[in-house]
């Protein structure tokens, strides 16, 4: 049992690149979320997906997108990456919006 | 606005020594308060979740108290051990739309 799998763990990007981060779960639960965590801060939401076929903007959502592919996967795109989206972004899922989040381990992502 | 503050920044205890890191929260409507552990280069891993009602819950050695009339909580680490060294992060759920309020974390180091 994976839980949360996430790649790739580490990325390398030229600014104006684009790239996706992918992510899936094994747990067949319905909530899925993309993060990102700066140095200091708090965990901050960029999209978060409450079922199959739904995405909906979280708290710093500009420069990203994102596709619910199915139950298991949700991926977020970079399509022009800048210096500003150098962070660690993590991929969670849960089983309703409101219960315990599982994270993946991470893909820790740098932009020059 | 909704905020969650966590104190100490940063600690380091002596192994088998006790702790306490405090959280400070604002969030209205409250609906519950998470700790969670983050090893340095991992995800977040769940220690306690807790409802308006409850006062205190165990976990092993980690005990977490809610006092939801001073919006505050602490978690409570027992006989410190080497592998309790991370980042512990309180997270507050907005019960209006469910949005996780995160703090920036107390970074903690346990020496031999």
Known sequence: ??????????????????????CAQD???????????DPGMGLRLIYYSASEGTTDKGEVPNG??????????????????APSQTSVY??????ERNTEAFFGQGTRLTVV | KNQVEQSPQSLIILEGKN????????????????????????GPV????MTFSENTKSNGRY??????????????????QLSDSASYICVVSDRSNYQLIWGAGTKLIIKP
């Open chain 1, 1 to 22: 049992n994976a839980g949360v799998t996430q790649t790739p763990k580490f990325q390398v990007l030229k600014t104006g690149q684009s790239m996706t981060l992918q």
């Open chain 1, 27 to 37: 747990m067949n639960h319905n909530s899925m979320y993309w993060y990102r965590q």
């Open chain 1, 64 to 81: 990203y997108n994102v596709s619910r592919l199915n139950k298991r996967e949700f991926s977020l795109r970079l399509e022009s990456a």
């Open chain 1, 90 to 95: 993590f991929c969670a899922s849960s089983d």
């Open chain 2, 19 to 42: 702790c306490t890191l405090q959280c400070n929260y604002t969030v209205s409507p409250f609906s519950n308060l998470r700790w969670y552990k983050q090893d340095t280069g991992r």
């Open chain 2, 46 to 49: 769940s220690l306690t979740i």
């Open chain 2, 63 to 80: 005990t977490a108290t809610l006092d939801a009339d001073t919006k505050q909580s602490s978690l409570h680490i027992t006989a410190s």
